[in-house]
Structure formats: structure tokens, C-alpha cells
């Protein structure tokens, strides 16, 4: 059965290559022993080489066998909005099915990127999401539009959380399609914390293991409004006073801070600016910080399962059990009297609530994904055999008092 089964993983942004790097590495490996093929394809949705290449040559992950290179065109056309981005990302992946006829298509997370599942359940393709549930409640967020869309289109589900799990179960997804696997950023920390210890990144920047901030910001409720950025960054000039600060910034983030003329606030602070970062260095840093500021979905992980207290400088968070295990605190508008809580936190939280299973989620999502090939999941997924499972279906035509398995016949 999974003789001839193409599956086509398809990622877009730099935190999909490190909690992915594990998996893929799996996929591909395992094509000969179990007879399928595999194709990882990438949307180019990020595309420079600090957010992108450098990821594949430091983790190790062979490059994407087709990139639809979405934000370089976008680029050159100068026009980088969500409506251009979802068009072209849109055309691209009809192409990209055309080419590649697959048999399921595989995508992570809460990207533009995945927006492209319609077009792949419009071929009656199935798709398979990895970190499935994940939900802010924050409707203003252009990634809870994202999770919902990708969710309801999925034929298959991998939640990190049973919680992630029981929320889908109440949209009316049903439970079939949904497994809980725990959070594969735990592979990403495994396999690279030992390389991370060696950097010399804290020699090259200056800092003292324990006695510095570490920060990102790039969400655009933190950057596109100009009064907002500003804030922020004056928020944290003062909270360089405290401690310094070092900022990887992202293209976006600096090329906004050059276009609304507010460099001065970096240059009248303590915050050391850098480049974004490899996995190694950042990993490293994280580490070794005594403060995470953040506003990614990610780095607020990582800070969890690394012991160092967190600030998610957002309105809201798609990951509240960070906050509920008592490892983040959630910052709007007072980010030096939220640091100063934040370093009194005790720090003995239980690193294991992502992962609560223990062992490797890719390991996981690998095994079930091959059973599946095996036992024909995919085919059937979407039948209406399956769906008439689900009680509105049966209630819609009258069937509710049918035996199930007779319902096809009748
Ligand atoms: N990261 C990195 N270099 C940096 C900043 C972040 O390698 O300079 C890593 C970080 O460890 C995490 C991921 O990139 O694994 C987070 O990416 P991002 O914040 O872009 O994504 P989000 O989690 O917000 O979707």
C-alpha cells in the first residue's frame, strides 16, 4: 500500500526547518525501506539567507527539492502584502500539484504558507497538519485566521496537547481525524543543545552567562504601527538600563525602524542589534540569558523548556500553557514592571508540559504517518462512508436511527 504513495511536505518560514528538521529527515530517509516517496517542497515565503539557508546548512536539512521562491517575486514586484502573497502562493501551488500529483500534502503551523491547503483540498488531496488546535481566542491575529482555516481543511491532525485536541473535537472535527503527538521543538532543542553549548556567541557580543536580556520582536501587532513600535522600543531602552539587551532583528523589523526615522531610540540604549541569528548561536543564547522577551510562538517554547522566565510582549498567546505552567508572563504595556516580576519567578516549572508523553514527536508523527500510508487512511478519509460517522451528517439525512454500517447501502 504505501507503494507509490507521494507525499509532499510543504514549509515556508524558518521556524518550520527547525522543528521540522527531524521529520523530514526521517521522510526522506525512510523512502526506500517503506516504498513511498517523498518531496519537501518550500513556499519561499521566507527566503533570505539569515532566515533561510542558513537554517538548512546548520540543522543539516537538505534543501527543499522545489522552492516556488513566493516572497523573491513578491519582492521584485514590490508588493509584499497578504492579499498579493495568498495569490501568488495560491497559483504557485496549483503548479506545484500539477507537477507533483501527490498523494497527501503535509504542513506545519500557522503561516501563510498554509493558507495553500485550500487549493490542495480543492484537488481532493488530503492534508495533513502538525500543530493543529493551537488557538489564540484573539481574532485580530493573522495566524488564528490561518490555524482555523488549515485545521478545518485537514483530513488528518497532529496536536501537540490533548487540550489543542478536545478544543477541535468541540469545532466539529472529528475525533479520527486528530492524534496527539506532544511538541516537536522538543527534537529541535535535543538535537542541538550540545552543538549550542559550544558557540563562542556570547564571547563575540560581550555578554555574561546570566546577566544580559535576550529579545525578539516581529508579530506585526508589535511593528507595523508606528506609535506601537516605538513604544516598544522605548519599553526596551529602559529596560536596558536594567540589563543589556540583544536584539536579532528581522528584515522587517529593521527595515521599519529605518523607514520611520527610530534608530535614535537603539543608539540612546543599551541594546545590542545583530543580524538574525543561526539556530546555534540563538539556542546559545537562550540559554544563557538571564530574560526572554519575546513575541514569537517559538522562542516562548524554548524558553519554557530551557528553565529562563519569558515575556511575551503581545496582546495574546496561542500557547497558554506556558503562562498557565507558570514559566511567561503575558506583557501589553508595562514591560520593565513585568521584567521585574519576571526575575523573581521561581524557575522550578515542570519543562515537560510540552511533551508530556515524553520521547520524539517526529518519531511519532513518522510511525503513524507510515500506518496510515499502509492501512489506506488517506483513500478513505474523506469518503462518505467515513463522514456518515459524524451525528449532524446522519442527522442531516435522516439516518440518525440507522445502524451504522448498513448506512451506505441504504
Ligand atoms: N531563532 C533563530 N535566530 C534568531 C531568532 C530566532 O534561530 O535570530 C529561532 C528561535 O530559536 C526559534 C525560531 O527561530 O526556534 C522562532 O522563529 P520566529 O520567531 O520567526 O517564529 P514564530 O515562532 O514567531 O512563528
Not at 489543542?164 to 532543542?189: C, H, M, W
Not at 556567541?201 to 504601527?225: F, S, W
Amino acid at each position: 500500500m504505501t507503494k507509490n504513495f507521494k507525499l509532499v511536505t510543504f514549509l515556508g518560514i524558518r521556524p518550520d526547518i527547525i522543528r521540522m528538521h527531524k521529520l523530514l529527515a526521517m521522510l526522506e530517509n525512510g523512502q526506500m525501506k517503506h516504498g513511498y516517496r517523498h518531496t519537501y517542497v518550500h513556499s519561499g515565503q521566507h527566503f533570505d539567507f539569515q532566515l533561510d539557508g542558513v537554517f538548512h546548512r546548520q540543522l543539516k536539512v537538505d534543501p527543499p527539492k522545489l522552492n516556488l521562491r513566493v516572497g523573491k517575486v513578491l519582492k521584485r514586484r514590490g508588493k509584499t502584502g497578504h492579499v498579493q502573497q495568498s495569490a501568488l502562493l495560491f497559483q504557485k501551488t496549483a503548479e506545484m500539484i500539477e507537477r507533483l500529483r501527490p498523494d497527501a500534502v503535509l504542513y506545519l503551523g500557522d503561516t501563510n504558507t498554509v493558507l495553500s491547503a485550500i487549493i490542495v483540498a480543492k484537488y481532493n488531496i488530503p492534508v495533513i497538519h502538525i500543530e493543529g488546535g493551537g488557538r489564540s481566542f484573539d481574532w485580530r491575529m493573522p495566524e488564528e485566521k490561518n490555524r482555523i482555516v488549515i485545521d478545518h481543511l485537514s483530513d488528518l491532525i497532529y496536536c501537540y496537547l490533548d487540550r489543542y485536541k478536545q478544543l477541535l473535537v468541540s469545532e466539529g472535527i472529528p475525533e479520527f481525524r486528530i492524534a496527539t503527538v506532544g511538541n516537536i521543538i522538543v527534537d529541535a532543542l535535543s538535537s542541538f543543545l550540545p552543538a549550542a553549548g559550544k558557540s563562542p556567541i556570547l564571547d563575540r557580543l560581550k555578554l555574561r552567562r546570566g546577566e544580559y536580556v535576550l529579545c525578539t520582536l516581529h508579530r506585526e501587532e508589535n511593528i507595523d504601527d508606528r506609535d506601537v513600535l516605538a513604544a516598544k522600543l522605548k519599553d526596551l531602552q529602559q529596560l536596558s538600563q536594567m540589563l543589556p539587551v540583544v536584539l536579532p532583528m528581522m528584515p522587517r523589523l529593521k527595515a521599519r525602524i529605518r523607514r520611520e526615522g527610530l534608530g535614535g531610540i537603539l543608539l540612546r540604549s543599551k541594546i545590542i542589534t545583530t543580524e538574525p541569528l543561526g539556530f546555534i548561536e540563538f539556542l546559545k543564547l537562550e540559554k544563557e540569558a538571564r530574560l526572554i522577551v519575546t513575541d514569537s510562538g517559538t522562542v516562548q517554547e524554548e524558553a519554557l523548556i530551557l528553565g529562563v522566565p519569558c515575556i511575551v510582549t503581545r496582546r495574546s498567546t496561542e500557547r497558554p500553557e506556558t503562562m498557565a505552567a507558570g514559566a511567561t508572563i503575558l506583557d501589553e504595556k508595562d514591560l520593565c514592571g513585568n521584567a521585574e516580576e519576571a526575575l523573581k519567578m521561581p524557575t522550578d516549572w515542570d519543562r515537560n508540559i510540552l511533551n508530556p508523553m515524553g520521547g520524539s514527536p517526529s518519531e511519532r508523527i513518522f510511525q503513524d504517518i507510515l500506518s496510515r500510508i499502509r492501512t489506506g487512511f488517506f483513500a478513505n478519509s474523506r469518503s462518505f462512508e467515513e463522514l456518515q460517522q459524524n451525528l449532524f451528517v446522519r442527522q442531516a439525512y435522516g439516518l440518525e436511527h440507522c445502524e451504522l454500517r448498513t448506512m451506505a447501502a441504504s
